[in-house]
């Protein structure tokens, strides 16, 4: 997720243009060193709880069931893929969906057959009120904008078997057309058209459609309601006042990060414990008891090469 969009992007229509023969090289590719690396370091995450996972765009998953997390070893612990994104919904030109049906199925044989980390799950790549269709800059449009996107969000997930029993909400400022801030921040004269007509929206405007959001979730399902962001961007688009505060909604972060794979996390902490930990927002801490996912490596604009690694704490998840 984050700033990776345009590098990723940009990548997955190259495959596309050459028919897919890049893709295979550059799995075949992949494939083999992911093994190597993951066969000399077995030893899997921790404390008991915690599992290695990816998310979004096709990680190459070394061997056979039951499945290994590349270049780190111990368990593939579970796959978060976006199965919906307010652009693609609406039609706009270059929008995209980041889900590899071979990693989910991974995870969720780890997860039934073998008994190993949380399965796969799914998020919703969110638009602001400044990309809604029908924007009148009040609490109410907004919080229905939010609902409409939360019912389009079960709706893809219906037929399938999500093991993961959170819908995330990616709240982010992505850098990418057809809206940079993902109408957040700015008011665009339509969803798709990149031209933003009012500059600023309300804190209380941007969390009205969380909240429209959260709560058909809540009321429409069995699922629970989960957000990815970071403390910057959160603060950015919710300020740091009431309208910012999350204290019992679960949490998925992505600061800090890091591309070497040997100062992989135990815990909330990179280097194997010993490092910077996990920072969450809206309120909340690593300590909060809604603090579940920590996007570790492959967000932003320091790409390790591979894919988006995780951390999820299972037990808090229950």
């Avoid at 799995?27 to 370091?41: E, F, I, N």
């Avoid at 079960?154 to 993961?164: E, K, M, P, R, V």
Wanted: aromatic share 14%; hydrophobic share 40%; net charge negative.
């Amino acid at each position: 997720m984050r700033r990776s969009w345009l590098a990723l992007a940009a990548c997955m229509a190259l495959v596309l243009a050459s028919g897919g023969a890049a893709a295979a090289a550059v799995t075949a590719g992949a494939s083999r060193a992911v093994t190597t690396a993951a066969a000399a370091r077995p030893d899997g995450d921790g404390p008991p709880g915690f599992w290695w996972g990816t998310d979004s765009w096709p990680v190459p998953v070394p061997g056979s069931a039951p499945y290994k997390m590349p270049y780190l070893g111990g368990a593939y612990g579970g796959y978060i893929g976006m199965t919906g994104n307010w652009a693609y919904w609406l039609g706009c030109k270059g929008s995209f969906i980041a889900f590899s049906s071979t990693n989910a199925a991974q995870a969720h044989t780890n997860y039934v057959t073998y008994h190993l980390g949380v399965g796969d799950g799914a998020y919703w790549f969110m638009g602001g009120p400044g990309v809604d269709p029908h924007y009148t800059g009040s609490t109410a449009e907004a919080s229905a904008w939010g609902a409409a996107q939360a019912a389009r969000a079960l709706s893809d997930i219906a037929n399938g078997h999500f093991d993961y029993q959170v819908v995330w909400a990616d709240i982010e400022l992505p850098g990418i057309k057809p809206a940079y801030d993902n109408g957040w921040n700015n008011v665009y004269t339509s969803p798709c058209s990149g031209v933003i007509k009012i500059s600023g929206i309300r804190a209380a405007v941007d969390r009205a459609e969380f909240n429209g959001f959260a709560n058909y979730i809540t009321a429409h399902s069995h699922y629970k309601v989960g957000v990815y962001s970071s403390a910057g961007v959160w603060a950015s688009i919710f300020g740091t006042g009431v309208a910012s505060l999350i204290p019992n909604t679960y949490e998925w972060t992505y600061e800090p990060e890091t591309t070497n794979f040997s100062d992989a996390p135990y815990g909330w902490c990179l280097n194997h414990g010993s490092g910077p930990c996990a920072q969450f927002f809206g309120g909340q801490t690593y300590n909060s008891k809604y603090a579940l996912m920590w996007q570790w490596s492959g967000g932003g604009g320091i790409s390790n090469g591979v894919g988006d690694f995780d951390q999820i704490d299972s037990a808090r998840q229950a």
